[in-house]
């Protein structure tokens, strides 16, 4: 397998992965949370400011709700500005838990949307310029 190939199955799969990320993946992560029907109030008891990339910062958050007595713990990224002892809404699946959405953390499907359509363009341009390395090697 010569380096174009290579190249060229990398963009592939890049661009397949982003696809999927960027219109399955939030369909299916909907589907679920539209199954959680528990709610209950998250607390924020620790928050970190974080720089990501050229989007500015985020903020490393830990919330803890709790549900029939049972304290839970979630960690994710925020990407708006959040203090300590801050209130989210935790939607929650009732039979378990474990299984959450809080609106804005890293697993909203807006996230995955962004995500699977960097994937995406990064694969398609890892192919154009394989494309253009085979065309130019043809000359």
């Known amino acids: ?14 661009i397949g992965i982003g696809l999927f990320l960027a219109f399955l993946k939030p369909d299916e992560l909907k589907k679920e949370i539209d199954s959680y029907t ?21 903020y490393k958050t830990t919330v803890k709700f709790e549900v029939d007595g049972t304290t839970y713990q979630k960690k994710g990224y925020i990407h708006s500005y959040v203090r300590r002892g801050e209130q989210f809404t935790v ?9 959450n959405y809080i609106e804005g953390f890293d697993n909203s499907p807006t996230f995955f949307k962004i995500m699977g359509f960097i994937l995406a363009g990064l694969g398609a341009v890892v192919l154009l310029v394989t494309v253009f390395d085979i065309i130019k090697q043809k000359e």
């Open 1 to 14: 397998m010569n380096k174009n190939m290579i190249m060229g199955l990398a963009g592939v799969i890049l």
């Open 38 to 58: 528990g709610e209950t109030v998250a607390t924020a008891t620790s928050v970190i400011r974080v720089r990501r990339g050229r989007n500015g910062h985020a």
């Open 91 to 99: 939607r929650y699946n009732p039979d378990n838990p474990k299984k």
